[in-house]
Every structure is written in structure tokens, then in C-alpha cells.
Nanobody, 124 residues
Framework: QVQLVESGGGLVQAGGSLRLSCAAS????????MGWFRQAPGKEREFVAA????????YYADSVKGRFTISRDNAKNTVYLQMNSLKPEDTAVYYC?????????????????WGQGTQVTVAS
């Protein structure tokens, strides 16, 4: 059974940066698309970014494009989300998830294993 553990969240001032990590165990991490999602209080879970198994291709939500970067280190079974120029509206619980073997999709329904989440709070 695969397990995902996120870390790196915290409180940061607007304009600051954070780097989230998601460590995976339990199956062949390098064979799957990995995604980051976020959920703010009272809102639905929304797509943030995804990366193909090899890391050769990525996809971002328009709201984070140019500010966030997703990457992965398959040797360490870890996926990262570098977040720069943070805004108060980025405040949410951030989740990583395991997707398909190839397709970069934005729907949470296409991801079948989730971490417990890490809180990101951006103060204005």
C-alpha cells in the first residue's frame, strides 16, 4: 500500500516562498504522474500542478503559473512544489496525490492515493 507524507508547510508573509515535499513509499513511485492539489476552508479541492513520471512534462493551474514549480526526484521517491511570490489567496491545505501512468489530469477523481496534507498560510 503506497503512502504519501507531505511536509514543508507553514506561515509566510505575502511575497515569500515555501517549498513543499511529498515523500512516497510502497510502490514504484517513478511509474506514476504525481499531482499537487489544495483546499481552502469552505471551498472544493482544486488542482495546482502535475508532473509526468519521468519529469519531462508538467502542467499548472492558471492561478499559479509562473509562481509555482513542480519537480520530482525519483531516486528519492519525492515530489516537490516550490512556491514563490505567495499571495493570501494561496492559503490552503496542500495535498499530493498519485495519478495515472501517463496523463496529466486536473480532476481529483483521476488521483487515487492522497497524503494527509500540509497547511500553508500566507499573511497579508
Amino acid at each position: 500500500q503506497v503512502q504519501l507524507v507531505e511536509s514543508g508547510g507553514g506561515l509566510v508573509q505575502a511575497g515569500g516562498s515555501l517549498r513543499l515535499s511529498c515523500a512516497a513509499s510502497g510502490r514504484t513511485f517513478s511509474s506514476y504522474v504525481m499531482g499537487w492539489f489544495r483546499q481552502a476552508p469552505g471551498k472544493e479541492r482544486e488542482f495546482v500542478a502535475a508532473i509526468r513520471p519521468s519529469g519531462s512534462s508538467t502542467y499548472y493551474a492558471d492561478s499559479v503559473k509562473g509562481r509555482f514549480t513542480i519537480s520530482r526526484d525519483n531516486a528519492k521517491n519525492t515530489v516537490y512544489l516550490q512556491m514563490n511570490s505567495l499571495k493570501p489567496e494561496d492559503t490552503a491545505v496542500y495535498y499530493c496525490a498519485v495519478g495515472s501512468r501517463f496523463m496529466l489530469t486536473t480532476s481529483p477523481w483521476d488521483y487515487n492515493v492522497w497524503g494527509q496534507g500540509t497547511q500553508v498560510t500566507v499573511a497579508s
